[in-house]
Nanobody, 115 residues
Framework: QVRLVESGGGLVQAGGSLRLSCAAN????????IGWYRQAPGKQREADAL???????NYADSVKGRFTISRDNAKNTVYLQMNSLQPEDTGDYYC?????????WGKGTLVTVSS
């Protein structure tokens, strides 16, 4: 089982930056599919940034060039650097891991971007 704890959310003005962290309770070296999802108020959860098989990264069109996903396997942690934040980036951000056929979610961290 993988337990995930997100942190780093908060209130930021438009144009600002935040870095989210997702700490796993076990080694993530061999986990190929890890990502960050956003759930805006009243909307479905959607992927913003993902590590996929082969070490590739995928980004939603809305965040390309502004968000960067990275990982530090030694710390069992995945990050999401968010720059040039806009009010439409507001939402709960969740870390997601797919491992051996199971899907795991953290409890999320709230990001609020004021205009």
């Amino acid at each position: 089982q993988v337990r995930l704890v997100e942190s780093g959310g908060g209130l930021v003005q438009a144009g600002g930056s935040l870095r989210l962290s997702c700490a796993a309770n076990r080694n993530i070296d061999r986990i190929t599919t890890i990502g960050w999802y956003r759930q805006a108020p009243g909307k479905q959860r959607e992927a913003d940034a993902l590590f996929t098989r082969g070490g590739n990264t995928n980004y939603a069109d809305s965040v390309k060039g502004r968000f960067t996903i990275s990982r530090d396997n030694a710390k069992n942690t995945v990050y999401l650097q968010m720059n040039s934040l806009q009010p439409e980036d507001t939402g709960d951000y969740y870390c997601n891991v797919e491992d051996l056929g199971f899907t795991y979610w953290g409890k999320g961290t709230l990001v609020t971007v004021s205009s």
